[in-house]
């Protein structure tokens, strides 16, 4: 016989265990069916865990660097099965956390798979049962999955991505990442910290294609001070696993022998299960088509999150989830993406938002951009981290801020006051005329948009 509920999520990731949480919070009998481990990919295999780890290398480095500031230590070597056991008990914490959350709002939780069989019927297949449920409305949060070419001899073992990556706390000498986007760049400075002679290939003109070009080329100088050979504009033209490593051969005629090859080309949207081929819901470009309601073809069935393509962050999926959620308790809210910071965990940190100069050109649109280098920043300096810079731009016909970069310390961060800025419409002089803090990072902000109108009063 069938359960019923007001709702039912499918998928506890960022998208799904939010979207759930705030379904019960606005008063709906929610059900949230998840396959795996509750949190998905971001807090089990990709942002959480990740961070962890980065969070192990930059101990390591600063321990390294101790010396510049009058501290003595003794010689920093890496500990991998300690910094592992460290990123598994934080991803426990955390995944607990969610557990606690759900039981606190009395959303269901079911261990299993999930398949749409029409609107409003879920069915559930797991180890603990299956079982049928019926719902005034879905949402779908099934994810994604990392790209992986079919030419490409992966095996999880050689020829790994970003999730076995993840539980190898024994590691060859050397490895060769494939893909320069921001899980490649992370992982590439993480291994390049520990020691491992670390090469990276980008396809592309420059390493995290679609940032800003000034911010990519300080990433890039500080990997190759690090170590670690950067090959943009290059292909991969063949993987050849031998024994226990692989040798690739590449578009500029070189061989690279490696212990291990990731590969780090994105993800694509998880649309082949879930029953979302079988039940008709409408795709576009491989991904779950959707409106600003995050409503799908299928009246009553919402998809949110890496489903429905485009930005593929955990962020944007659960502020989606809560639109979704939103709007199957009867409120009208609407997703925007004018405001979505993007951020590259590396050292030193990128990120951004809103639009970039780029854009800004291609659809005509000129620019005030303010620039300020955390060279002129006194706490910056202070810590040791006066390399990079922050950028502000805003619209010149209007003043108004409609996007930001930022290079350096605590970047991810510091661009959220960009962030407010742009989602609030505000005026570049409002920023500008703020008092901040001194001496702090965030006074770069403020500089930035002061050096916009020719009125930084720290910068030449």
Same mark, same amino acid.
């Not at 049962?129 to 030419?151: F, K, Q, Y």
């Not at 079988?278 to 069935?301: L, Q």
């Given at each position: ?20 949480i ?81 039981a ?40 994604s ?7 490409f ?20 000498? %050397? $490895?060769? &990442?494939? *893909?320069? +986007? @921001? ?5 590439? /400075?993480f291994?390049?910290?520990? !020691? =491992? ?40 033209? %063949? $993987?050849e &696993?031998? *024994?226990? +490593? @692989?040798?690739?051969t590449?578009?500029? /005629?070189?061989?690279?022998?490696? !212990? =291990? ?47 429905? +393509? ?6 944007v999926?659960?502020?989606?989830g809560?639109?979704?959620a ?11 993406y ?65 996007g ?57």
């Amino acid at each position: 016989m069938a359960e019923r509920f007001d709702l039912t999520v499918i998928g506890g990731g960022p998208g799904g265990y939010v979207a759930a949480i705030r379904g019960a919070q606005l008063g709906l009998n929610v059900a949230l069916v998840e396959k795996g481990r509750l949190g998905g990919v971001c807090l089990n295999e990709g942002c959480i865990p990740t961070k962890a780890l980065l969070a192990s290398a930059a101990t390591l480095s600063s321990a390294r660097r101790a010396g510049a500031f009058g501290v003595r230590v003794g010689d920093a070597e890496p500990l991998l099965p300690e910094m592992f056991e460290r990123k598994d008990a934080v991803v426990a914490q955390l995944r607990g956390g969610v557990e606690k959350l759900l039981a606190k709002r009395k959303v269901t939780v079911f261990d299993g798979e999930g398949a749409l069989r029409g609107a409003g019927v879920v069915e559930v297949s797991g180890s603990g049962g299956d079982a049928v449920l019926e719902s005034d409305r879905v949402i779908l949060a099934t994810g994604s999955e990392p790209l992986v070419p079919s030419s490409f001899p992966y095996d999880g073992k050689v020829v790994i991505t970003s999730e076995e990556a993840l539980s190898m706390p024994e590691l060859p000498d %050397s $490895i060769l &990442v494939i *893909g320069a +986007g @921001a899980i490649g760049c992370e992982f590439a /400075g993480f291994y390049s910290t520990i !020691g =491992l002679s670390v090469t990276v290939v980008e396809m592309l003109p420059e390493i995290l294609p679609g940032e800003d070009p000034s911010a990519a080329r300080i990433l890039k100088a500080a990997f190759r001070k690090s170590g670690v050979d950067v090959r943009v504009g290059t292909k991969v033209e %063949s $993987i050849e &696993v031998r *024994g226990n +490593g @692989a040798a690739t051969t590449l578009s500029d /005629g070189k061989a690279v022998e490696s !212990g =291990l090859v990731l590969l780090a080309m994105g993800r694509r949207p998880s649309i082949d299960a879930s029953g979302i081929p079988e039940s008709g819901v409408a795709t576009d470009g491989g991904a779950v088509a959707v409106n600003e309601r995050m409503e799908t073809s299928i009246e009553g069935v919402y998809a949110i999150g890496d489903l429905v +393509g485009g930005w593929l962050l955990a962020h944007v999926a659960s502020r989606e989830g809560i639109v979704a959620a939103s709007q199957a308790a009867g409120r009208d809210v609407t997703m925007s993406y004018r405001a979505v910071p993007r951020c590259t965990f590396t050292h030193p940190e990128i990120a951004s938002v809103g639009i970039t100069e780029a854009e800004a050109k291609e659809q005509g649109i000129e620019l005030e951009v303010g620039r300020f280098p955390f060279a002129a920043c006194g706490k910056a300096v202070a810590e040791g981290e006066g390399g990079g810079f922050v950028k502000v731009f805003a619209d010149a016909s209007s003043g108004k801020v409609v996007g930001g970069v930022v290079a350096g310390p605590h970047a991810s961060d510091l661009v959220h006051e960009i962030t407010l800025a742009v989602e609030a419409g505000l005026d570049l002089d409002l920023v500008a005329n703020t008092i901040h803090a001194h001496p702090t990072l965030a006074e770069s902000v403020m500089e930035a948009a002061e050096a916009a109108e020719g009125l930084s009063i720290h910068s030449l």
